[in-house]
């Protein structure tokens, strides 16, 4: 397994939501599947974590690399491998999202 928290190429939303396009604050990665944790903030203001899955692939053909949100059945371990460390991590980090941020004097 592999945690991931440096800047990389990451799938966008496709409405271009200034959500989708930041940078996730974390990435937990098994082989090819990865889960991206967000953080997201509401219309309310009321701040919380999900996270989005991707399967990175290479073209045999062509070489090409890009990133899907389709799987196969192949990726289940991994799939459920990932989904229970991200749960794990948003678990262990939203009470703290709730707690109210004290300002600097």
């Given at each position: ?20 396009s930041k940078d996730p604050v974390q ?40 990133y899907s949100k389709n799987f196969f059945?192949r990726n289940a371990e991994e799939l ?26």
């Amino acid at each position: 397994m592999t945690i991931e928290t440096e800047n990389e190429k990451r799938p966008r939303g496709k409405n271009g939501d200034a959500e989708e396009s930041k940078d996730p604050v974390q990435v937990i990665r098994e082989g090819a599947i990865a889960a991206s944790i967000w953080q997201r903030q509401g219309p309310s203001g009321y701040a919380y974590y999900d996270f989005t899955l991707s399967r990175s692939w290479k073209s045999a053909s062509s070489g090409r690399t890009g990133y899907s949100k389709n799987f196969f059945s192949r990726n289940a371990e991994e799939l459920l491998s990932v989904t229970r460390k991200a749960t794990e991590w948003i678990a262990e980090r939203e009470p703290q999202l709730a707690e109210p941020q004290s300002e600097a004097a």
